[in-house]
């Protein structure tokens, strides 16, 4: 009887925690999972409680908090719905990784070729809704980073640009330039050129090349401010 009311036990555990886990926020599913680590014959979990958790190494004040998760969430819910007709036709790309919420910028559609003078008759539009989403209510006191990119061939040294270092960091500032014209404040803003060392696909083929040519713009999380 007592093996048959452990198991029980174990199985209303094991479906509360599949239920609960639809609504937790990431902060919170790493730390049940923390707690489970390390359980066997000789040793337990680590501890769940308000303050310093010491096995982990963290506070509960460092993780994300649940509302800038909500909040970022909301985010990329409002860009998915805004953005419908450019995600179609691929001029802007949305995704999530470690460090938020990312809105790219297909680069060929939005500057003139080798160059980093936006095309604003084309550009305005979207534009203008990306400031928006970072003048949102929802994004007050969020950092985010401005990054520009480009493909691995060579600018003209003899140019305006003499390396892509210089075309991917002045595209970037434009762009800045032209949110903080839309309403974004431009103390909530990072601006980075990364040239070609952050591909997203290979450079051998033109369609890749073109898919590394981008401006991201990114939400970042508190982890990455």
């Known amino acids: 009887m007592v093996t048959y009311g452990d198991m029980t036990t174990l199985l209303l555990t094991f479906f509360i925690l599949m239920f609960t886990t639809a609504e937790i926020d990431g902060a919170e599913l790493r730390m049940i999972l923390a707690a489970f680590q390390g359980l066997g014959s000789f040793s337990g979990g680590n501890t769940l409680q308000v303050g310093k958790l010491a096995e982990l190494g963290h506070t509960i004040?460092?993780?994300?908090?649940?509302?800038?998760?909500?909040?970022l969430d909301k985010a990329r819910r409002t860009a998915i719905s805004q953005f419908q007709p450019e995600?179609?036709?691929?001029?802007?790309?949305?995704?999530?990784?470690?460090?938020?919420?990312?809105?790219?910028?297909?680069?060929?559609?939005?500057?003139?070729?080798?160059?980093?003078?936006?095309?604003?008759?084309?550009?305005?539009?979207?534009?203008?809704?990306?400031?928006?989403?970072?003048?949102?209510?929802?994004?007050?006191?969020?950092?985010?980073?401005?990054?520009?990119?480009?493909d691995d061939i060579a600018t003209d040294p003899q140019g305006r640009w003499e390396t892509n270092w210089e075309l991917s960091a002045e595209r970037a500032v434009n762009v800045?330039?032209?949110?903080?014209?839309?309403?974004?404040?431009?103390?909530q803003?990072?601006?980075?050129?990364?040239?070609?060392?952050?591909?997203?696909?290979?450079?051998?083929?033109r369609e890749g090349r073109a898919y590394n040519r981008r401006v991201d713009i990114v939400l970042l999380t508190e982890g990455h401010l």
């Open 189 to 205: 803003c990072q601006v980075a050129g990364f040239a070609d060392t952050v591909p997203l696909a290979s450079n051998e083929t």
């Open 176 to 187: 800045l330039h032209y949110l903080v014209d839309f309403g974004v404040d431009e103390n």
């Open 87 to 150: 995600l179609k036709t691929k001029k802007v790309r949305i995704k999530e990784d470690e460090r938020g919420l990312i809105i790219s910028l297909a680069a060929d559609s939005f500057f003139e070729p080798a160059s980093a003078d936006i095309n604003i008759e084309e550009s305005r539009q979207v534009l203008q809704k990306v400031a928006t989403l970072m003048s949102s209510p929802e994004m007050r006191g969020r950092k985010f980073r401005i990054e520009g990119h480009t």
């Open 61 to 71: 004040m460092g993780l994300p908090s649940r509302e800038a998760g909500k909040a």
